[in-house]
């Protein structure tokens, strides 16, 4: 009975959601028309994907996987998501992380994700990597659980240099909820990778709380 209750709530849910986010049959990219409810073939065809797994750190310890390349309509989708609140572009990205997922055998016993920061969060009203880890948990399955918090605020990422932002980031995360992680392979999302110093800092908390394993995870991987 509860589990039906759930279903008819989560049914409700999203007919309202689609009634104030409604789909289109626009391009999310260049909003021309087009027969999907995504992006058009043109578009599409402007992804650069990524295979496989790279490096985060100097010594090669810690691997990272990611969807695309941040440029293109990939760029543009992000960009939409984070400061137009375009939740149609969520479900977009989370479509090519399922891809990539299902490409490479990519596992994990629950999804988390990096949380933002108090200014951000003000601003925007919402965690656009939590928004791309919904829908990617109602694709793959697995759970969807926040993990993670900031314990300290810290200097903007994007005015520092490689080194300074590693710095940075040191002892800035710290886990919610120890016994949920405790030895469960996790899935750490992010929607943009620069450095890594954000990713490896999340990592290492969830370590330090018990996690078996973390798999890093993220949407795009910039060139700088």
Known sequence: MGKRITEIVKYILECVLEVIYPHSNKCLCCELDTDTESICDRCLNNVAYIYGEYYLDKENKVTCRSAAYYSGSIKELIINLKYSADFESAEFLAQILHKKMKE????????????????????????????????LSNLSGIRLVNALKRSKEVKEQKRLTIDERIENMIGVFETKTPKEIENKTVI????????????????????????????LLTVAKSNI
Request: net charge positive.
């Open 104 to 135: 490479e055998n990519i596992n994990g016993d629950l999804i988390t994700y990096v949380p933002i920061s108090k200014a951000s969060s003000k601003k925007r009203g919402f965690n656009q990597c939590r928004a791309i880890g919904k829908e």
């Open 188 to 215: 750490l999302i992010d929607d943009v990778v620069t450095t890594g110093s954000t990713l490896m800092s999340c990592r290492d908390a969830l370590i330090k709380a018990g996690a078996g394993e973390v798999i």
